[in-house]
């Protein structure tokens, strides 16, 4: 595990002698309503303006106002793939902050604590901590005219004085975040942070954090910073996407809220529902109406849109569903992370009703499976569900900019006349419905329906129609996996063991891969983004290694496998595939995944 | 102002709207249905309004009387149950050139879909929604509905049921319906005025139609048929103030059988559409620019 430390390079433009470190790993640990994830908002952006690489990772609590929250930034000039599993800097608001992370931060590590809340165990000898007047300080900074709001911006000077950050590009963040609100709130917060800069803190502990070269692969394209849900909006905007509709539900809402703002500039529009049924009903409104749409939920909102999800497969309909998930079933967790709706995602509602499902596994990924949902929806004319999690959802990441004059797709809905009579649902060939406003000259106009129906769209209940139709929606998901590029594995091509993921635990398998092949083992990673439909040349990869390990944040059922694995052993019948699972609310450490490997590994000994 | 709610329209000359060319498949209902009328009412309209046949959406949710767009030559939609009208929520408010109306009995509008008939309403939404109340589930063979009075014998009921009918006129003046008509499928002529001032009406217009089951509650509506000792008392609007809500609630709470006709109709209401178009503008007039990418590329500009 890399961590802040001596490295090689030398340091240029620091006033006092530091050290180049390779990344650093951040936490703040406080309550909901300290402002700590502005701090952490800040850090990432300012590792992604400086072309570093940059992840997240936050906890937010389920209560309106207060309650433990934390935020972890890791940034560095490799190639950042997780949050981190321990910390080299932990910043304690709170008593109950420090007694709840102290043992998380690294041997060596710093402890930078309240010394007007906190009192710290002074016989720890492992980590070395170091006490400023966050609270007092902020208040003489501001003449007490705002109580202690603030202490955000106050660890964010004392984090900029340890590591001896860029101030003026700091400043240009702060005036880009508090300019907007007056020039007094700026001036203020301002203010708060060169009194905190200029706090004199422990000298032995101040490290330069000075990064050594960005990555060589970043390219000619700049960084942009964002979160998940921010990406996947973006995504959506870029694939042609303006209309929607949702209804507000955690950890979703930011989605519905930025296409909710964005929308109407691009001549659409998002609509807030008076629930989750009505929301998919809606987006499937807009849909027929010709404009490829989107609604955004998260567990139980998905439960609630099963009906009309099956519609939307029977009567062919293009849909996008963002599936932000959360701990379930019910209510469960609504502010943590669970990779538990896979099994829906692929077969939720009642009857045959295949469909499209994609699985981000980076914020910058998000961009593209948004983008991508929006293309096969139109062209498969079918929902795609895009599976979210609350990790990827919260988290903020640094990446390329995409490439708009590439990707840019700009809608438009055709009304071509219709000549002759019309098969939507043609029996050999993809087609789409006819949306309204388009004249049909055969003189027939269509009605689209979730009765089955004929080749025009024709309520038909015979058998050999059914089992015709039911083979049709089938094989025109079939004909997409043909088209998936081939799954690509990390490190080893064969050999001991294939570390299987999907979504946004990515980061945390590749690591371990890299951990496990430094230690000699034949270890290789493969992330699974297409749940529904497969690739193809999956069976043919697993019988390359001895085991086939797949990660994953669920449980591992009534007969010993995971969501994704159960899928994968009915799918291929490879019995070397086997589960590691958890459910604790949290993204795997990397450490948890090495210790699943090896519980499985002394299991397959005995 | 740049909205994707008005494509260009397609460049043919709209055939006429006759009885041929409205005619789709043959309705599937019981003879004697009172649904019936309600079809032959809207295809006059339609004959009278002349609307370009492409423009036209006949949607509908699950039942007897939302098989109607199959029935009627225009484009449709057979949706789930009780959900037709925040599916015909999108088709209205992502065309402006389209005519929606929806059609759904008792069970759509009061019972499964009770929550969406109420925020439609509220929202104002450029829909018409004609209920055709039979007060009892006929497509699944005589259940009770929540029209169906008290006493109703059904299968689900067996004893008659237990629970107070609601008021349709009450409920649907309670939505905040900007426009809202009671008709009788007896009465083809007051009908078919009422889906054509409803249609005419730029908002949400609804109209609770009394249709008889002719197998599972063939009765229920003799109260309002002269020739079985009924009668069918229209309003008279010279003296009844459509746009006064509270003498829009003294008739709909008058005793069985009541009164038919406009009871609620206000036109100073701006409909959802117009209002999420104001906002396109407003939103609008604060960028130089209505180039997508342009917009996008500055987006990702703020993130950098």
Known sequence: MPTAGPASSTTTSNQHSGQTVRDVVIRLAGNSQDGIQAIGGFLARLA?????????FMTIPATIAGGPSIFQVRMGSGEILSPGDRSDLLVAFHQHSYEAHRAQLRDGGVLLYDSDTVKPDAADTRIRAVGAPITSGTVAATGGSAKDKGKNIYVLGLIARLFDLNVEKLKGLMKERFGKKSEDIFNQNVRIFNAAYAHPLDNDVRSAFEFGPARVSTGARPMVTMDGNQAIVMGLVAGGVRFGAAYPITPASSIMEDLRAALPKYGGMYVQCEDEIAAIATALGFSYAGHVAVTNTSGPGMSLKMEALGWGIMAEMPLIIVNVQRGGPSTG???????????????GTHGDAPRIVLAPYSVGDCFYAAYEAAQLAREYSVPVIVLSDQAISTRIEAFQEPDLAKLYVEPAIQLKPVEGEYKAYAFDKATHHVPPGTPMLGGKYPTVTGLEHDETGHPNASAPNHQKMTIRRREKIKALAAKLPAPEVFGDQEGDVLLVGWGSTYGQIREAAKMLRSQGRKVGHLQIRNISPLPKGLAEIFAKYRHVDVVEINDEGLYGYGQLASLLRSALAI???????????LTFKVQEILAGVSRLDASAKR | MFTLTRPAPAAVPAAPLTKTTLKADNPTWCPGCGDFAVLAAFQRVLEKLQIPQHNLVTLAGIGCSSRLPYFVNTHGGHFIHGRALPFASGVSLGRDDLHVVVFGGDGDGFSIGGNHLDHTARKNIKITYVIMDNSVYGLTKKQTSPTSPVGFKSKTDPTGALDPALNPMRRLLGTGATFVARAYAGQLPHLTDMIERAMK?????????????????????????SRKGGKFDTIDETKHDVTDLNAAFRLASMETPGVFGVFYDVKDQPSKNAREAGLMERVQANFKTTDGRALLQSAFNRMK
């Not at chain 1, 400086?50 to 992840?55: A, E, F, H, P, R």
């Not at chain 1, 967790?333 to 077969?347: F, H, K, W, Y």
Request: proline share 3%; hydrophobic share 35%.
């Open chain 1, 48 to 56: 992604g303006r400086s072309d570093q690489d940059v992840m997240t």
């Open chain 1, 333 to 347: 967790l609504p502010t943590m992370v669970e990779q538990s709706d896979l099994i829906q995602a692929i077969g």
């Open chain 1, 575 to 585: 019995p070397t595939i086997r589960s590691i699972c958890k459910t604790d609310g």
């Open chain 2, 201 to 225: 009406h730029d908002g949400f217009s609804v109209v609770e139609v009394h249709t008889h089951c002719a197998n599972f509650y063939d009765e229920a509506f003799d109260c309002f048929n």
